[in-house]
């Protein structure tokens, strides 16, 4: 006879009547979780006096530890036990006010019955507003039901009634009215932009863009890492690639290389914030270790036949060696330091790879296809990804802050190479430092999209934009309000209001590619006929409806 003997269940934690369990998640990195926990105390305090004012009392489902000095979820493990004990019924508020690891409780929400309310503060300060959409992509690529709430001060009319209806009906629905379906038959398939479109996607299916990427599942995103059989679909397979054999690349670049990588952008104007303390400050052997990457990624490039290249850098690179960035925001820009192969030839001369930062399978899908689309029509084909980081009105507009974790490429910055300043990563993400690329995202309008999988189905939105550069002292306000380390692209998104794309994006992060306005029209129409040729669910959004539609 088998006997069974499995470890014993925790004592359930339940809700009384009108009564919410209010749990938080956040970072794997304690000193991150650290940094961040008074902005979550305050809000935590604004959540509760909210929920009286309405008729009910908050429960925090898991205690503050005095131990670790926080009181956020730091780990999956972490997560599950604290679920395991949750009643399955009961209404849970996911309060967010940092960067958050989605895998902690994402696993365990997608069992959890009762209703969901993911709730995040809308600030630069920490970007609780970046890992609600990212746990909010999550849950919708696992097929759970959930909510989303968003607010600057937790006592406005916008969020006072979405509290107040998500507490009556356990569901809080936003009009997604912005996203807007394009069959496949969409008439936009008969002009000549849809024919050159689909020319470019039927290339796809029949040569492949084969992404590389180094490790995946950068911080618990969930969203950004696409079932096998989705890729091959749209003609995208993945090259899986270990940091480790990068690590070991790296180690036989030789320091003259090195050396002569690093006096090539200096020479160009860009300006690195050296120092001589390499626990907190930039040091020349960092940025160094930085273009030994750089050479060694491209290197792989050659040898595999990428198209497209990326670097984990969570959680072990990390703790190996200086921060991707640098080299992911040099490799993917069109002026470049010529790598060379080991025979001595250049690889890809002239020509921007496709960088994934955070090896983002969502963000890789669209960066890709709008490199191969522009490149092949003689456009400048360089592509990044932004955080949607944060925004605020000037002068009566909302501007957007998309700000990505440390580079982009120098195309995309105001005065290229030369407008680009290297600064240190913080110490408290990156030990071992590392330079960004930091500055002012250039004026321009820009196509911008992002891919999210439903099944096996790859779904993607795709919209229009336009970049400002703001007056000097605003976008010094701005970047104060973020990371000032990071560059920033301050933007409006055509026809997309804050609070719309804050209701239904399905991530939190966004591609750009720029486009001259007297060809933009034409390569919007293209990259829909090319993702629909793929095989892609395609949603434009905001006013890019108006483009697809035949001229007057």
Same mark, same amino acid.
């Given at each position: &006879? ?94 967010? %006010? ?44 696992? +097929? ?76 618990? &995103? ?71 990457? &750089? ?29 991707? +960035? ?57 592509? %990044? ?50 330079? %960004? ?35 000097? +002292? ?7 309000? %973020? ?70």
């Amino acid at each position: &006879m088998l006997k069974l003997n499995l470890p014993p269940s925790p004592a359930k934690i339940g809700a009384k009547s009108k009564q919410i369990l209010m749990v938080t998640n956040a970072d794997l990195r304690e000193p991150a979780n650290i940094t961040c926990w008074p902005v979550q105390k305050k809000f935590e305090d604004k959540l509760e006096q909210a929920l009286e004012q309405l008729g009910y009392s908050m429960k925090r489902a898991h205690p503050v530890s005095q131990n670790r000095g926080h009181g956020f979820i730091s780990s999956q493990r972490e997560g599950s036990d604290l679920f395991a004990a949750i009643e399955p019924d009961a209404p849970v508020i996911v309060l967010l %006010t940092a960067w958050q690891y989605s895998h902690h409780i994402a696993p365990s929400l997608a069992h959890h019955r009762g209703p969901v309310l993911l709730l995040a503060n809308f600030d630069g300060t920490w970007p609780g507003l970046v890992g609600m959409l990212c746990l909010a992509g999550t849950l919708t690529s696992l +097929d759970k039901s959930y909510s989303r709430l968003w607010s600057e001060s937790f006592d406005d009319e916008f969020f006072m009634q979405g509290l107040q209806t998500w507490l009556r009906y356990g569901s809080l629905q936003h009009k997604n009215n912005y996203l807007h379906d394009v069959a496949p038959t969409h008439p936009v398939m008969a002009t000549p932009e849809g024919a050159t479109g689909r020319k470019v996607g039927e290339y796809i299916l029949q040569h492949k863009e084969i992404l590389g990427l180094f490790d995946t599942f950068c911080m618990g &995103m969930i969203n950004g890492v696409f079932p096998q059989q989705a890729l091959v679909n749209i003609g995208m397979p993945l090259e899986s690639l270990s940091q480790s054999a990068l690590l070991v690349e790296m180690a036989k670049v030789p320091d003259e290389l090195r050396e002569a990588c690093l006096s090539w952008y200096e020479e160009r104007g860009m300006k690195f914030q050296f120092g001589q303390d390499s626990a907190i400050e930039l040091t020349r052997e960092q940025v160094k270790e930085q273009c030994a990457m &750089m050479i060694a990624m491209a290197r792989f490039v050659k040898r595999f036949g990428l198209s497209a290249v990326g670097v984990q850098y969570q959680q072990g690179l990390k703790d190996s060696c200086a921060a991707s +960035d640098f080299a992911e925001g040099a490799i993917g820009s069109t002026e470049r330091f010529p790598i060379p192969d080991e025979q001595g030839d250049i690889i890809c001369p002239n020509q921007a790879i496709p960088c994934i930062n955070e090896v983002d399978m969502g963000t890789a899908i669209p960066q890709t296809m709008l490199w191969r689309l522009l490149s092949s029509l003689g456009l400048p084909a360089e592509t %990044t990804l932004h955080d949607i980081r944060w925004g605020s009105e000037y002068r009566g507009t909302f501007y957007w802050d998309m700000e990505i974790s440390g580079a982009v490429p120098f195309e995309h910055l105001k005065g290229g190479i030369a407008g680009a300043t290297g600064y240190r990563q913080p110490p408290m993400f990156f030990p071992y430092g590392g330079s %960004t690329i930091c500055g002012q995202g250039k004026a321009g309008r820009f196509i911008w999209a992002r891919a999210h999988y439903e099944g096996t189905n790859v779904v993607m939105h795709i919209g229009t934009g336009h970049a400002v550069e703001l007056p000097d +002292d605003e976008f010094e306000r701005r970047r104060r309000a %973020t990371n000032y380390e990071w560059p920033l692209l301050n933007c409006v998104l055509d026809g997309v209001q804050r609070d719309d794309l804050m209701s239904g994006h399905q991530s939190n992060h966004i591609t750009i590619a720029y486009v001259e306005q007297a060809k933009l029209r034409s390569v919007l129409r293209a990259f829909v006929a090319q993702s629909l040729t793929q095989g892609i669910q395609v949603k434009v959004a905001g006013d890019a409806l108006h483009a697809l539609q035949k001229e007057a």
